[in-house]
Every structure is written in structure tokens, then in C-alpha cells.
């Protein structure tokens, strides 16, 4: 790339033409929409508890709702609408992973049910999972070994 006395450097081209950012709207929109989404989990909580659920199944249930809830969204259209709006506010939750486990499937689901859903359905959440998995294994090793050893 030649840089001639009076040409613009890339970097400042890309700064010119690159709409600027509004962060801390961004920062107060993530911030109220997973405060929502949390609020509502925590309702959820308190609502298992009501049922009399037990302390075991009580988060079981709020998380099954709200996997629910967001695999329903998705699949309606609702929450990417709410994920342009909110940006990390709607992914952190729980209701994003079940957002990206929903939204991989549907984008695939043309392909058929095995070349498409099935061996599709885990790129976005995959690595995900794999790396909970391997590290729920690793932290159970562990707690197993220093039981042996205390």
C-alpha cells in the first residue's frame, strides 16, 4: 500500500466512515434487559418454591422455563428483536443459550433432519458445551481425589 504525504492512512478512513457507537446506551440497555431477565428467572425461583419444590429441582425448574421461553422466542422471531436491542444483555442469560441452540437449528433445519439439524445444531453452542462438560469432569477428578486424600 503506497502512503503518498497527502493520502488518508486506512486507519483513519475506517474512522471517518464508521458510524460511531452510543456505548453507554448500550451499556444501560444490557444492563435493564438482563436485570429483566434475571428478575424473572428470580420469579421463577420463588414461584418453584411456592409449589414446594425441592432445593434440587427448584433451579431445575427455572431453567427449564426459561430455556423454554427462549426457544420460543426465537422461534417466533421475538428475540432477536430483543437481542438487537439489549446486545449482551439478552445473550449472558440463559435464555441466549437457548437462543443460539434455537436459532442454529432453525438456520439448518432445511438441510434435512440429520445433515442438517443434527449435524448443525451444536456449531454456535458446541464449543460451549464441550468446554462445560470437559471442566464439569475435571473439578469432579479433582473434588474426588482431594476427598480420597482429606
Known sequence: M????GDKSYDQLV?????GSPKLRGYIRAFWVGGVICSIGQA?????DALQLTVITSPMFTA???VFVG???TGF???????KYAGAGSIVPITGFA???AASAMEFRREGLVLGLGSRLFTVAGP??????TASILVGIIYWIVGRVI
Not at 421463577?44 to 418453584?48: D, H, K, R, V
Not at 422471531?77 to 437481542?83: E, K, L, N, T, W
Open 44 to 48: 421463577l425461583n420463588f414461584w418453584a
Open 77 to 83: 422471531g421475538v428475540y432477536d428483536r430483543i437481542g
Open 99 to 101: 437462543n443460539s441452540m
Open 128 to 133: 460451549v458445551l464441550a468446554y462445560g462438560i
Open 15 to 19: 474512522k471517518e466512515k464508521t458510524p
Open 2 to 5: 503506497r502512503n503518498h504525504a
Open 64 to 66: 427449564m422455563v426459561l
Open 71 to 73: 426457544t420460543t422466542l
